[in-house]
């Protein structure tokens, strides 16, 4: 639609040009996994926290011994037929643990930190929808926009830094001022007293600085001697989005 249509939708936002996606929306991820996590238990998984993988063997007659060390510092081996890592930042280091060298089959992970401000007042969103700026093709990320949150709040965000493996989630409030000025381009009046830094996190991603875009992987070894292990690699946004799907595909692979 043309930028004078888009202000019968969003007053604020200033365009040339816009599309517009009606099913689009928003959901609360913390009572989504919540959900998965009672749906799983019901069905007779369990769930096990702060244990920490520290090795995957295979078998010689099939399946795998994973490792674990316990927060007690107890060792654990436990045999299992089939293997999904879905470790997401640490999904790379998993495939290793179990022979395959990342490296030639493209599946080291590199580690891109997203920062995210928000407005201060409750109920203080500018906007109604999301909105998304054009990237170019190469652009690292979506580019900074704007998601009106369920509190009815304004985040702004992320913006993609590539960082070491160390690096903590602490919000650097100097990058303000860089969010203000990508913001600013299609927000109107919208005033830097009125933003507060956020939150962020680190998405795991295939390609490293100025390399071409990479999908996520979803693919059983078998092919590498290693049948019934299913590797989940670099699988970042839309992953949340596509989670259930992506689970569809781990269950026809299994």
Excluded: W
């Excluded at 090795?55 to 436990?78: N, R, V």
């Amino acid at each position: 639609m043309a930028g004078s249509m888009v202000a019968e939708y969003e007053p604020r936002i200033s365009c040339r040009e816009a599309l517009l996606v009606p099913t689009t929306g928003i959901i609360d991820s913390h009572q989504l996994m919540e959900y998965f996590i009672k749906d799983a238990s019901s069905r007779g998984a369990e769930v096990v926290y702060n244990a920490e993988l520290t090795g995957l063997t295979k078998k010689g007659t099939g399946g795998f011994i994973a490792e674990i060390e316990e927060p007690s510092g107890d060792k654990i081996e436990i045999e299992a037929g089939i293997v999904v890592n879905a470790a997401g930042l640490n999904s790379d280091k998993v495939a290793e643990f179990a022979g395959i060298d990342i490296d030639k089959a493209g599946y080291r992970i590199k580690q891109c930190k997203g920062t995210y401000f928000r407005t201060k007042n409750f109920r203080d969103s500018p906007v109604e929808h999301l909105v998304y700026p054009a990237v170019g093709k190469d652009s690292t990320s979506l580019g900074i926009h704007l998601t009106p949150d369920l509190a009815g709040q304004l985040r702004m965000g992320p913006d993609a830094e590539y960082v070491p493996e160390d690096t903590g989630y602490e919000v650097n409030e100097s990058k303000k001022t860089n969010f203000m000025k990508s913001i600013s381009k299609f927000l109107n009046n919208l005033n830097d007293k009125d933003v507060l830094a956020d939150t962020s996190g680190i998405r795991p991603k295939l390609q490293g600085p100025g390399e071409k875009f990479r999908d996520f992987v979803i693919k059983e070894e078998g092919d590498r001697g290693l049948k019934g292990l299913i590797n989940l690699i670099g699988i970042e946004s839309p992953g949340l989005t596509a989670a259930i799907s992506i689970a569809k595909r781990v269950k026809e692979l299994i």
